[in-house]
């Protein structure tokens, strides 16, 4: 055994020994045992690379790196893709709860609003109040103040002197009315015939709308009622809607503040807005998206005429400044039945017609110098056209007069009222010497004075 391990060791350092030089050593290990050892020249190295620097562990390095960012991008994309998603719903959460935040500040705005109107209304009327019974602990003067006709008992504030010398408002009204010009004022200013508009008094309220139905429309009385009705059977359309064709009969005005109609009569066909108008036993109208003049018979209940209206504008080409599609407004006075309109020809200014009441044939027209989209409404008294200037001012003016028996226009100044600031009809009704107006749900009546004529 001993001579094979010696034969093995003897080999190899010779042939080592052929290669280079070697060394062989023997010595005691740390475990007492014999421990042989013996080095050998590398043949091709000169010298011994550093571990970390060989080949195979620089490949090694680049492979685990490789690795390592390998499942650094996997491990990172799921991070941000939660964390993406976290922040896309925290975002999206966040954005509602702003959009309500906001919705629920501009609420509050509107309430505080509201609010403000519902406290300005409430002082508006305690001083109406307050007022009103000063008033009646006066004592009633006879004499009325200066500039107004003693023969005209309609005018309830000018009987007490207190109205003139203390109250601002009435003072700037009777400025007004001053400037109105009442010809041969040494004559009675309010006549039974025909004459100038110079008075229109505060409006009489006669029923509320019940619902939204009811915020605008047309309401009237014939002047010169036929059989199967009478002179006191009023009639009212609520215009709010696309297919209006339904008309309401009432026996007389205390029917119609109770809301309990008679009569309901469905229309062949439908209603253009709010023009409307009664006379001898017919209604006349414009039927919808047209200029097409209708008259339906109320005996018959039927329509016995119809005729386009030359040229006139319709469906919101001309309308009054309230809009309402207010293009053709029917009218009747003293001198018969009226259309107010434009067209392309005037350039928007006001048309007048007068119509056959039989068969709706024009049997005279006029050409104003005041735009229809410029007024808030107009009607006819006495063969002269009127119109308003505001629909939603409390306190506004009939601002222009034509006179079709003379064809000359002028601009005038007689206070009006809407009382409820949306007044989208105002007619004249000859027979009862009244306006008819329908004012933001409100269907109201204004008694008027008429001047005698130059």
Known sequence: MWFLAVLCVSCLLMGTQAQSSASFRRANAGNGRCQYSFTVDSPTEASCPSPGSSPEMEAMKSRLGLLEALVA????????????QGSGSQSGLQDAYNQLMGENAQLQREKQRLDRQVQDLQQRMEVLRQEAERLRSRPCVQQPPPRVPQNDNSFRPGSDPAWHFSNPEYQEL???????SAPNLEG????????????????????????IAGKYG???????????????????????????????????????????????????????????????G????????????IRYDLLSESIAARRDLPHAGFHGQFPYSWGGYTDIDLSV???GLWAIYSTNKAKGAIVISQLDPHNLEVKGTWETKIRKTSVANAFMICGKLYTVASYTSPNTTVNYMYDTATSQGKTISVPFKNRYRYNSMVDYNPGQRKLYAWDNYY???YKVRLGKQE
């Open 73 to 84: 991008r996997l491990v990172g994309g799921e991070a941000v893709s939660e964390s993406s």
């Open 218 to 280: 047309v309401w009237m009385q014939d002047p010169e009622a036929k059989e199967p009705y009478g002179p006191e059977m009023v009639w009212r359309i609520d215009a709010v809607g696309s297919e209006v064709r339904q008309l309401f009969g009432y026996e007389n005005m205390d029917q119609l503040s109770r809301g309990f109609p008679t009569k309901v009569l469905l229309l062949p066909e439908s209603v253009e807005s709010t023009g409307a108008t009664m006379y001898k």
């Open 443 to 445: 269907i109201v009546s």
């Open 188 to 211: 009675p200013t309010d006549i039974s015939g025909c004459g100038d508009l110079v008075w229109v008094e505060d409006p009489e309220v006669h029923r509320k709308a019940d619902s």
């Open 282 to 293: 017919s209604l006349y109208y414009q039927r919808r998206l047209s200029r097409t003049l």
């Open 333 to 335: 006075d003293e001198n």
């Open 174 to 180: 009777t400025a007004v009315v001053t400037e109105v």
